[in-house]
């Protein structure tokens, strides 16, 4: 079996890869939702209340804080 690789850390996961599950997308932790998912329908017009409603797996805490680590890496310094 594959190992996890957990993000941002193994203390604090928000995402788990696994080339074993999902075709090694990225997912939500403890769930088989990919994390593209929340973003290519953010950018599709759908609200965060309507994809939460969409996908119950994923609570708002994590995909709000999904959004924020997304957010953290782009504006972080190179």
């Known amino acids: 079996m594959n190992q996890d ?3 941002p850390d193994e203390k604090n ?15 939500f932790y403890k769930t088989r939702m990919p994390i593209d998912s929340l973003f290519v329908n953010i950018e599709g017009g759908v609200s965060l209340d309507e994809w939460l409603d969409a996908f119950p797996s994923v609570t708002r805490e994590q995909a709000i804080a999904v959004l924020e680590y997304a957010h953290s890496k782009i504006l972080q310094p190179a």
Do not use: E, T
């Open 13 to 27: 996961p928000l995402i788990w890869i696994n080339a074993g599950r999902m075709s090694g997308a990225p997912c």
């Open 5 to 7: 690789v957990l993000l």
